[in-house]
């Protein structure tokens, strides 16, 4: 199973960067963020990997100034794997 979290430096970005996800139609839901993530900020956005190409559109185009990463997780048998992409 892959799925993709956006993490920021502030609530306010990843509230904003929701409302922007919500406007274009892609799904996310409000996290904790993950401690092996290691964000300033407690907060992130999980998705699922399959909205990658239009996550990367839309980070790029909206240039959100708390934005601090986007990972890769992918759950394996035995462990989790964080890859950041972005």
């Not at 430096?9 to 963020?33: D, K, L, P, W």
């Not at 990658?52 to 462990?79: A, D």
Request: net charge positive.
């Amino acid at each position: 199973m892959k799925y993709l979290i956006i993490s920021f430096r502030n609530r306010n970005s990843v509230y904003e960067f929701a409302q922007i996800m919500r406007h274009y139609g892609v799904f996310g839901t409000i996290i904790n963020t993950p401690s092996s993530i290691g964000s300033s900020c407690t907060l992130s956005i999980k998705t699922d990997y399959e909205n990658l190409q239009n996550l990367r559109n839309l980070i790029s185009r909206n240039q959100i100034s708390g934005f601090s990463g986007l990972y890769l997780v992918e759950k394996l048998p035995t462990h989790e794997q964080i890859k950041r992409i972005m």
